[in-house]
């Protein structure tokens, strides 16, 4: 069809397109957004829509049938939930994060599992052959089936997969995938983009499923994975702290289920292990009787996760008082320091105040409102928040504190960690059905200064 292809540069902020590459976009003034494309000249007449015919015809929706798509099952509890239940048949799935948070040894664990029963190719243009051999010898895995190639051009990898028609295809990384066409560096925006382009028309077409590792780049100077977001099916993040041991997947996109579930690993001498109880993990190695510290209950997909937050609240030296926040939004974290001094009259203006959410965990529910400013509160006023607490709540802007929902789960999952006491939202008590036996005091709390006398009262 094409008879010459026509590179031009496309600003990725406003769209500008321009013939020849600036630094700095004619359109919208940014600097370095002009991003190289190609554009292929179709030869012969565009078809009128008359001519044209079309390849699926429509049908009323009460006929399409919505059989469960064929999955595999991966072998690992926590990616599988991740996935929605399994990789599905003729998905493309993209699987992000920083170097050397793990991605390779997940992907080598799962063929471990899946390469008993299905014929893997894993193309990696990052590592040797012997590199891939020392890891999967280090994970145990040892699979006829699991064929390796090292190759960085996209279009021999592409034939590949055409004339070897295995059942799972695996590229670690997009990154280092190169299209020859294209006189960008691997990497850049256009090349990660048309390389993924490329892998997708040759994995959909064959009904074969793909999984692409992506790394992201914190200041954006390499192309990371988010260009690709809108053309694969599910985007899962691997992240965690590199120097912890822990890894939480997370999945930002997914057609094929929901985008709620995390999964947790562990990282340990042979490659990663699940762990199925993740509050346990989190929780464990808890300061006692100190002050700055509460548990919150936050959910994750459908499970409640228990997290300590820590707060620390200082006298500040430097004429501007430092903020500072890990693991919470940061803004959220400032309105409710606002919250806290406005409507309880505790004063952090000339106070320093750092938030830290310990495992590396990230939480965005609002949910674990409470917690945070029972944090920072006990920090300020030194008032121990004892062992056995723990509290959850959304904080409104005139201190009240918001009814949350999935109570009841967190409370069980409170109680069965050997929590005796749980301070959460009073709005929340009129409706709040608990498993019989629950043996768990909840006190109902209606705005922040109900939480810290309800604290008061416990210490
Ligand atoms: P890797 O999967 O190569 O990271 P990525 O592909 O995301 O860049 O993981 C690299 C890190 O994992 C490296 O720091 C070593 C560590 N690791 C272990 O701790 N145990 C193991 O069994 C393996 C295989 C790796
Ligand atoms: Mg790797």
Not at 240 to 269: C, H, P, W
């Amino acid at each position: 069809m094409a008879d010459k292809i026509k590179t031009i540069y496309v600003c990725s902020e406003c769209g500008y397109e321009s013939a020849k590459w600036f630094g700095k976009c004619p359109g919208c003034g940014d600097w370095n957004t002009m991003a190289e494309e190609i554009r292929e000249a179709v030869r012969g007449k565009i078809p009128s829509p008359v001519r044209a015919k079309p390849t699926s015809a429509p049908v009323p929706i009460t006929e399409i049938t919505t059989d469960d798509e064929e999955r595999y099952y991966t072998g690992s509890k926590e990616l599988d939930r991740v996935l929605g239940g399994g990789i599905v048949r003729g998905s493309l799935v993209l699987l992000g994060g920083d170097p050397g948070i793990g991605k390779s040894t997940i992907l080598m664990q799962v063929c471990s599992h899946l390469g008993k029963i299905l014929k893997i190719l894993y193309i990696s243009g990052e590592e040797s052959k012997r590199q891939i051999k020392l890891r999967a010898s280090r994970l145990g895995v040892n699979s006829e089936n699991l064929f390796v190639m090292t190759e960085t051009d996209v279009e021999i990898v592409a034939n590949q997969i055409q004339t070897e028609k295995p059942d799972l295809v695996i590229i670690d990384s997009i990154q280092t995938m190169n299209f020859k066409e294209l006189s960008s560096s691997p990497g850049s925006v256009t090349q990660v983009r048309e390389c993924t382009n490329i892998l997708m028309r040759t994995s959909k077409s064959l009904d074969i499923p793909c999984i692409i590792v992506g790394h992201v780049n914190k200041d954006g100077a390499i192309a990371g994975p988010k260009v690709l977001e809108h053309i694969v099916d599910a985007v899962l993040y691997f992240e965690g702290d590199k120097q912890m041991s822990y890894r939480i997947l997370r999945a930002v996109k997914n057609r094929y289920g929901s985008t709620n579930e995390i999964g947790v690993f562990q990282m340990g001498d042979n490659g990663l292990s699940e762990v199925e109880n993740p509050s346990l993990m989190l929780l464990s190695g808890r300061p006692k009787n100190v002050s700055g510290t509460c548990v919150a209950c936050t959910m994750e997909g459908s499970r409640p996760i228990l997290a300590e937050i820590q707060g620390l609240v200082t006298n500040s030296g430097y004429g501007n008082a430092r903020r500072m926040s890990t693991g919470f939004d940061y803004n959220r974290m400032s309105m409710l320091l606002a919250v806290l001094e406005k409507r309880c009259g505790y004063y952090f203006s000339s106070l320093d105040a750092y938030v830290n959410v310990i495992g590396g965990l990230r939480l965005d529910e609002p949910a674990t409102d409470l917690a945070v400013a029972i944090a920072l509160v006990s920090s300020m006023k030194d008032i121990v928040v004892p062992e056995d607490v723990l509290a959850f709540g959304e904080i409104g802007l005139t201190g009240e504190i918001r009814a949350v929902n999935h109570a009841a789960q967190r409370v069980t999952e409170a109680a069965r960690l050997g929590f005796t006491k749980c301070i959460m939202p009073w709005y929340n008590l009129k409706t709040l059905t608990l498993p019989e036996g629950l043996d768990i005091n909840i006190i109902g709390v209606r705005t922040i200064r109900d939480a810290v006398a309800a604290l008061s009262q416990q210490s």
